[in-house]
């Protein structure tokens, strides 16, 4: 088995902006998710059936929980690089609270975003069903 190598001052640095990038490109893909769903239920909800309320549903819940635990995965390893930076005597500008903050909040954005996302779609399904049974009472 290989010695495990040092990993250089650039090294780090690079991985580490790797890294942080990957965390954007995550909230940017659950962002495009959520657009999307709203969008879909709000524009074309009255042509939905519940199978298709429950498939979005459970769709948008399965995808979000995958997101959320890929940018908690990426905010770890973030941690870890900008560790090794400090442990190597590296500078690092951002402080610990400002890390924290962007991190706890993303993860707070995506979980309460899911949520409400959820909660508009089953809102909007009642409020659909309502309709059809007043439309199908009135006939």
Known sequence: MPIPQP??????????????????????????????????????????????????????????AIQVTRFVSAAHQAFFYKNLLLQGGYPWPVPNW??????????????AGTLGTLWFVRVTWKRIAAGRTGDEASS
């Open 7 to 64: 990993m250089s001052q650039e090294l780090i640095y690079q991985t580490l902006y790797t890294v942080l990038s990957l965390t954007d490109n995550i909230l940017q893909i659950w962002l495009t998710l959520t657009f999307a769903v709203i969008v879909s239920i709000y524009v074309a909800g009255d042509r939905f059936d519940k199978p298709v309320y429950l498939l979005i549903s459970s769709l948008y819940a399965f995808a979000s």
């Open 98 to 111: 400002a890390s924290l903050i962007i991190g706890i909040g993303s993860v707070l954005l995506m979980s």
